[in-house]
Structure formats: structure tokens, C-alpha cells
């Protein structure tokens, strides 16, 4: 069964191009989104050497493995509303553009790569009417594996 290491999920889960965008954005501002751990990568994170799980924090994101979370913070300017999706994370060079809609307060995308192995992955997030905070949930399927990644993400004042 072949492993994705969190680090390419969270790339991919966030992934998105400046030209392929919702017309449904967030409000600009600091925001903190916090994702379950999925149940087949709890005990690697519960055995992570504590120098790894440093490592993260350095890079911003806070890993909770007792809670089974992941927490980071990001900030939106206006001018980033276009790329809002990508949540900080560098566009994959090997993934196509992806397919997104929105309907209501319901953003819906579909992506597919190509490397480092073959996956798509299809994101529902739904905004409250505020815009000020949305549940996500990512189902993510790469060749012979399979994950569903959920969280939530709310704003938390200005842009520091």
C-alpha cells in the first residue's frame, strides 16, 4: 500500500491556481485551520522524534498527535483572494488546473496530479454566511490509497 506523507497531502489539499478561482472568498484577515489527522497517519505522528514535530512548528503548523491535529495559521490580503485556496503552500507543479464551482456557500474542486504519484483529489468547503469561517473536507485518492482529511478554518482578526 503506498504512503502519503503529510507534507505532500497539506500540498495538495491546498492547492490552487491564481486564474482558477470561486467567486465565493473568504473575508480578507488571519485565519487558523486545524485538520483532523487522518486514522492511518495518528501513529505515525504519535512515534514522530520530537525534533520532526519541532520542525513543523518552525514552519508554522502546530501538530497536536494526542488530539489527532494539525493547526496552522495564514493570512488573506485582498490581493491574495484570487489564490486564497492555497493556504500559504506553493502551487504543485504537476498537478492540472483545478475544476472549481461554487453554489451557494459551497466551493467545490476537483484536481488531479501527476507526481510524485498519480492522485486526484475532490475538496468540498462550505463558508457560514459571514464568510468568516467554513468546514472543509478533502477526499484524496492516490493510486491504491485512499484518505478523507476534514477541518475547519475560522478567521482570527487582522493580518499580522
Avoid at 22 to 47: C, D, H, R, V
Wanted: contains cysteine.
Amino acid at each position: 500500500m503506498l504512503k502519503v506523507s503529510m507534507q505532500s497531502i497539506a500540498a495538495l489539499a491546498f492547492w490552487s491556481c491564481s486564474t482558477c478561482y470561486a467567486a465565493l472568498n473568504p473575508q480578507i484577515g488571519q485565519w487558523e485551520s486545524t485538520s483532523e489527522i487522518p486514522a492511518e497517519q495518528k501513529a505515525m505522528f504519535q512515534n514522530m522524534p520530537p525534533e520532526a514535530l519541532q520542525q513543523m512548528q518552525k514552519s508554522g503548523m502546530k501538530v497536536d498527535p494526542k488530539a489527532g491535529s494539525m493547526t496552522s495559521t495564514f493570512c488573506i490580503k485582498e490581493e491574495q483572494l484570487a489564490d486564497w485556496h492555497q493556504m500559504g503552500q506553493k502551487p504543485q507543479q504537476n498537478c492540472e488546473k483545478p475544476q472549481i464551482s461554487d453554489s451557494g456557500n459551497v466551493v467545490k474542486m476537483n484536481m488531479v496530479c501527476k507526481k510524485p504519484h498519480a492522485s486526484k483529489m475532490q475538496s468540498i468547503i462550505t463558508f457560514n454566511s459571514a464568510r468568516d469561517a467554513y468546514q472543509f473536507e478533502h477526499h484524496i485518492q492516490s493510486e491504491n490509497h485512499a484518505m478523507t482529511m476534514r477541518g475547519r478554518a475560522k478567521r482570527i482578526g487582522n493580518c499580522k
